[in-house]
């Protein structure tokens, strides 16, 4: 694996990686998943969308504060994701994020997931998982993680209710996991790549 000096980030990331592993097991049984969480709601985000040249087209945009919190993960190499909706954000909605992380980890086998600093990613989140390390981002680096881009998909949209947004959200994440070459596709890293 070759890490050029332009990517300091990137270099200390896979320092941590390493150490967090845990010795007894083959790097061919440490699973890498990528983490993050997203807001949707009625102030969704607004981004550019195709029009005629020459044209100013509108994108409507909600006055209402209602919010769902989707918290996803993939692992590229295994070609899954897995995700949970929450009304909120704290550490017990991340715990029982990275509880099911843990459940789908087969046994014999390791997760190292990779996240922001986000307040609620405390050091002990996984502290109750025999299976489970974290390993957090750089400050400002959000081009390490690959989920980054997935959330995307519900921008310019308007919503009903809460169950609504909770309704968009499930179905844009399923939609997304359904096809395994496109979680591997777009969240796939080569310095995530463990050899051994």
């Not at 909600?62 to 295994?78: D, E, H, I, K, T």
């Not at 909605?93 to 307040?119: F, K, P, Y």
């Not at 998982?129 to 949209?157: G, M, T």
């Amino acid at each position: 694996m070759r890490v050029t000096p332009a990517e300091p980030g990137v270099y200390r990331l896979l320092i941590k990686t390493i150490h967090k592993i845990p010795g007894h097991l083959p790097l061919d049984r440490v699973d890498i998943w990528f983490q993050d969480e997203a807001r949707f709601g009625q102030q969704n985000t607004t981004t550019r969308i195709w029009a005629r040249k020459g044209t100013r087209p509108r994108a409507v945009r909600q006055q209402q504060f209602n919010y769902a919190y989707l918290f996803g993960s993939v692992c590229p190499s295994r070609e899954i994701g897995r995700a949970i909706v929450m009304p909120w954000t704290s550490k017990e909605a991340m715990r029982l994020h990275l509880e099911q992380i843990s459940t789908v980890t087969e046994a014999e086998r390791h997760a190292v997931v990779i996240m922001d600093g986000a307040g609620w990613h405390t050091d002990d989140i996984a502290d109750e998982f025999n299976n489970i390390n974290i390993i957090k981002l750089p400050p400002y680096s959000p081009e390490l993680n690959s989920i980054e881009q997935v959330q995307h998909c519900l921008a310019n949209r308007v919503f009903k209710d809460y169950q609504d947004i909770v309704d968009s959200v499930c179905k844009a994440w399923n939609s997304f996991t359904e096809s395994a070459a496109r979680v591997t596709q777009m969240c796939s890293r080569d310095w995530a790549k463990l050899i051994s």
